[in-house]
């Protein structure tokens, strides 16, 4: 792969992300916490920036948007430490509305919300990583 592909790959993960994002809230009703949320701004600009990096390649917009996907990802990893109970709820920032730990959707007994924002900030990010990593060894 080039690292045309991999920034590629980064921008279809963080529509899916946020498209799946979307239909979980509005579609199934599931009603986002506040870490979600925060989880949300990290990701919708993805979707637009990711694309002007693109056409042409640009390294400087994959540099810009490395801070924003690392922000995201310790959100994530934060809320997956909090929904898993590895810290305890008291540590949570969601005191009003739904709580930050409630369970709402659970596949194959451990694939949840939080841990599926986790692995696409992951998989953005080493994406991105991989991209300028390419695109240096090619100049």
């Known amino acids: 792969m080039n690292s045309w592909h991999y920034l590629l790959s980064a921008w279809i993960l963080s529509l899916i992300a946020s498209l799946g994002s979307l239909f979980f809230s509005d579609v199934m009703g599931y009603p986002p916490c506040v870490l979600c949320w925060y989880q949300r701004i990290a990701m919708?600009?993805?979707?637009?920036?990711?694309?002007?990096?693109?056409?042409?390649?640009?390294?400087?917009?994959?540099?810009?948007i490395m801070p924003l996907t690392l922000v995201g990802w310790a959100i994530a990893f934060y809320h997956n430490l909090l929904y898993y109970k590895i810290l305890p709820e008291?540590?949570?920032?969601c005191v009003k509305g739904i709580s930050c730990t409630s369970?709402?959707?659970?596949?194959?007994?451990?694939?949840?919300?939080?841990l599926l924002s986790?692995?696409?900030f992951s998989l953005i990010f080493i994406g991105s990583t991989l991209a300028l990593k390419k695109e240096a060894s090619h100049e």
């Open 44 to 64: 919708y600009p993805l979707v637009f920036i990711l694309p002007w990096a693109l056409f042409p390649f640009s390294r400087q917009i994959v540099k810009a």
């Open 90 to 93: 008291s540590h949570s920032p």
């Open 103 to 114: 369970v709402q959707l659970q596949w194959m007994g451990f694939i949840t919300i939080p």
């Open 118 to 120: 986790l692995i696409a």
